[in-house]
């Protein structure tokens, strides 16, 4: 329980980043909802690091751990709505990647 | 320890991140970020937060991840790539993730059996103490309650959401 903060914040940062790099990167879509919802475990583990930092030895503080759990129920939400927008693509390009977007209409 | 524990769950995170991005196969992109989530129920555990662990665990692993497989299935997306897939190549990818799973749940049981056992009845209740459910509860439903029934409203939206998705397209080709 005595890892500093700042290496959470660290590994939060270098997880983001590659989820950054891989919603950038990647055509395939389902690869691209993966990589936010990477970058929406970074963003769990900044509010835990954060909760860490403003808790003292005898308070400890817990907002940080709520909204990491509300985040989680975002998630869910955003991954059931996206894979069913996936579905819904496929249906329309028979394909999920982004390339065949343009070549659709 | 917990620093090494840490940097192993850390390494093994970033490891697995990047098995998702670089994938070719999506079936293994997922398989990676299982990986990343458990790494990161892991640094969740090691830090105080049980209850954030095991819903780390139950709905990212267990849900999130079931959808995304069942997608893929559902469109027979991993057959086309995995065709070209190598058995040999396949198996020798696949060595270094079960060696890497393994390592850390050692790594994992050791630390819990220094935790439990090694530690002095106050130092327990301290650990127990740490961001336990009744605390978690508390600021849950009394500071953020309307945050928690915004939550429901946006779950429940999101069920109908999905619905009104699969449903449309049907319904377009039924006409």
């Known amino acids: 329980m005595n890892i500093p903060p700042q290496q959470l914040l660290i590994l939060a940062g270098i997880l983001f980043a590659i989820g950054v790099g891989g919603f950038v990167i990647r055509r395939n879509l389902i690869v691209v909802l993966m990589s936010i919802e990477l970058m929406l475990n970074a963003a769990n583990l900044t509010f835990i690091a954060a909760s860490r930092m403003h808790s003292t030895s005898e308070v400890q503080n817990l907002d940080g751990a709520v909204f990491a759990i509300f985040v989680i129920c975002v998630a869910a939400v955003e991954a059931a709505v996206g894979l069913a927008l996936v579905i819904a693509f496929f249906r329309r390009h028979q394909s999920i990647s982004l390339d065949s977007l343009g070549a659709g209409e | 320890m917990e620093q090494l524990v840490f940097y192993s769950l850390g390494l093994g995170a970033v490891i697995g991140a990047l098995g998702v991005v670089t994938a070719k196969n999506p079936i293994l992109s997922v398989l990676s970020l299982l990986w990343t989530f458990f790494?990161?129920?892991?640094?969740?555990?090691?830090?105080?937060?049980?209850?954030?662990?095991?819903?780390?665990?139950?709905?990212?692993?267990?849900?999130?991840?079931?959808?995304?497989?069942?997608?893929?299935?559902?469109?027979?997306?991993?057959?086309?790539?995995?065709?070209?897939?190598?058995?040999?190549?396949?198996m020798g990818r696949r060595l270094p993730l079960v060696l890497l799973v393994g390592c850390?749940?050692?790594?994992?049981?050791?630390?819990?059996?220094?935790?439990?056992?090694?530690?002095?009845?106050?130092?327990?209740?301290?650990l127990r103490s740490v961001g336990s459910l009744t605390d978690l509860a508390q600021v849950m439903f009394g500071t953020y309650l309307l945050a928690f029934e915004a939550a429901s409203i946006l779950l429940l939206a999101g069920t109908v959401a999905v619905v009104m998705l699969a449903k449309r397209e049907r319904r377009k080709n039924a006409a």
């Open chain 2, 39 to 90: 790494c990161l129920a892991c640094v969740y555990l090691l830090i105080g937060f049980e209850f954030l662990a095991v819903a780390q665990i139950l709905v990212y692993a267990g849900a999130i991840m079931v959808l995304f497989l069942f997608v893929i299935m559902l469109l027979n997306l991993g057959t086309s790539e995995a065709a070209d897939f190598d058995t040999a190549r396949a």
């Open chain 2, 104 to 126: 850390t749940l050692a790594a994992l049981s050791i630390l819990a059996a220094q935790q439990v056992g090694g530690t002095s009845d106050e130092a327990r209740a301290d």
